[in-house]
Nanobody, 124 residues
Framework: VQLQASGGGLVQAGGSLRLSCAAS????????MGWFRQAPGKEREFVAA????????YYADSVKGRFTISRDNAKSTVYLQMNSLKPEDTAVYFCAVDPRQYGSGWNVRRDDYWGQGTQVTVSS
């Protein structure tokens, strides 16, 4: 599974960033996609997910109303539009294949379903 994330960077509080994650066409067309993040000293946490056809989206409460996940099936790319960024959004963001909800949390079924991370830093 090949996942290539991009779009991270440094932004001031209140600003916006758009993350992108390109996947192999076969992987992308067959699966829902998602984003997770991990801040220093914290566990990785779920951010957002989108179903295979894009009809269903899911968000962590902490980003609801500020972040939007979308996908372009023609480009095999999933996006995370992040608006009204806060310093607490600072983290390494990871795209993921086929995220699933397990009880109150989310995770992926295979280790190779994680992409490499991209750093997002929000300054106050």
């Amino acid at each position: 599974v090949q996942l290539q994330a991009s779009g991270g960077g440094l932004v001031q509080a209140g600003g916006s960033l758009r993350l992108s994650c390109a996947a192999s066409a076969r992987t992308f067309s067959s699966n829902g996609m998602g984003w997770f993040r991990q801040a220093p000293g914290k566990e990785r946490e779920f951010v957002a997910a989108i179903s295979r056809n894009g009809g269903d989206t899911y968000y962590a409460d902490s980003v609801k109303g500020r972040f939007t996940i979308s996908r372009d099936n023609a480009k095999s790319t999933v996006y995370l539009q992040m608006n009204s960024l806060k310093p607490e959004d600072t983290a390494v963001y990871f795209c993921a294949v086929d995220p699933r909800q397990y009880g109150s949390g989310w995770n992926v079924r295979r280790d190779d379903y994680w992409g490499q991370g991209t750093q997002v830093t929000v300054s106050s």
